[in-house]
């Protein structure tokens, strides 16, 4: 089971965000639950009480035997900001593990020419 940690700036962690950042992380990575050892979420409240883009969801997930993977959000809402973070996690984790799996390759065939 993959390690989830939460930390909140400025932003309240109801019940509902908890388990709304569990669920979207937990299905993010389900697929690279043997290459996932812990994600890290951060999310901060940018502007406090002022207007524009409001959340920052940032998603840090540590591999195995790869580099870290480093993602990052800005909507308005909190919870599109989770949704969003967690999609591109699912994104980045499936590059690092493609770009880490041995390439097929053939032998090169030589001709002669008789």
């Given at each position: ?7 909140a ?12 950042v ?6 993010a ?11 890290f ?5 940018i502007?406090?009480?002022r207007?524009?883009?409001d959340?920052h969801?940032?998603?840090y997930?540590?591999?195995?035997g790869m580099?870290?993977v ?18 591109k996690?699912?994104g ?7 770009r880490?799996?041995?390439?097929r ?10």
């Amino acid at each position: 089971m993959v390690n989830v940690e939460l930390r909140a700036r400025g932003v309240v962690l109801t019940r509902e965000v908890v388990r709304d950042v569990e669920y979207e992380v937990r299905r993010a990575i389900d697929r690279f639950q043997g290459r996932v050892v812990s994600v890290f979420v951060r999310l901060t409240d940018i502007n406090g009480h002022r207007s524009g883009p409001d959340v920052h969801c940032s998603m840090y997930a540590t591999l195995r035997g790869m580099p870290p993977v480093l993602v990052e959000t800005r909507p308005n809402n909190l919870f599109v900001a989770i949704a969003l973070c967690s999609k591109k996690l699912a994104g980045a984790v499936r590059g690092a593990v493609e770009r880490r799996k041995p390439r097929r390759w053939l032998p090169k065939l030589t001709l002669e020419v008789c």
